[in-house]
Every structure is written in structure tokens, then in C-alpha cells.
């Protein structure tokens, strides 16, 4: 098993126990290939979501770029759902669970097509 396998079996099992959701494998492998190489960087491979900043960034770079998705307040919204999914308390948010969430969140699993 390659370390991106690895990756994907600790972000499903995140998604499972602190999330409480039955990740869609296909779906959460095809996430976590988008997050290129971040996925790998210590610091990149987590989301700040104490950081209004990260928070924006993510929805520039990753709503509305990725999933092109409109600028509204349902963007923050989103991230926000996924905040309290993850759990506000859960130090290590990892960035592809979280995109899955996202991705699930707005119905945008079209574009990992």
C-alpha cells in the first residue's frame, strides 16, 4: 500500500468515527488526487479553520475555482457545516476529508466525474 493509499484509509477512517458519515470511497480517492501534493506537506495537509483567511482561501481556490460555484453567503456556510462536522475541537482537520465534505455538501460530486 503506497502512502497516498495510507492517506485515503486514515481520511475515510476520519470520516467514519469524528464525522459520522460513510465515506464514498471512489469519491474521497478522487478528492484527495485533486489536493495534489499538499496532501503530503504537514502544514498544507490540515485546514486552519480558526483562520478567517485559510477559510477564504478555500472558498476562492476551492468553491468557486474548482466546483465554480457562485460568490454567496451559502459558501461560508458551507465551510462553516463542515467546521462543526469535522468537530470545532478536532485540532487535525485534513484538508481532503474537508474538501469531501464540501464537495458533498453543494452536490458537486459531478466534477470528480
Do not use: W
Not at 486514515?10 to 480517492?29: G, I, V
Not at 495537509?45 to 451559502?74: C, H, W, Y
Not at 468537530?87 to 464537495?103: I, V
Request: proline share 4%; charged share 30%.
Amino acid at each position: 500500500m503506497g502512502k497516498r493509499d495510507e492517506l485515503i484509509a486514515k481520511y475515510a477512517d476520519d470520516l467514519k468515527t469524528k464525522c459520522k458519515m460513510n465515506p464514498d470511497m471512489a469519491l474521497l480517492t478522487k478528492v484527495t488526487i485533486g489536493c495534489g501534493p499538499s496532501i503530503y506537506d504537514n502544514d498544507a495537509q490540515t485546514v486552519a479553520a480558526s483562520d478567517p483567511e485559510e477559510l477564504e482561501r478555500i472558498k476562492k481556490n476551492f468553491l468557486m475555482k474548482k466546483l465554480g460555484l457562485k460568490d454567496g453567503p451559502a459558501l461560508m456556510e458551507g465551510i462553516n457545516a463542515a467546521v462543526e462536522t469535522y468537530g470545532k475541537s478536532e485540532r487535525n482537520k485534513y484538508r481532503a476529508p474537508f474538501y469531501y465534505m464540501l464537495t458533498k455538501h453543494f452536490g458537486k460530486e459531478s466534477v470528480y466525474k
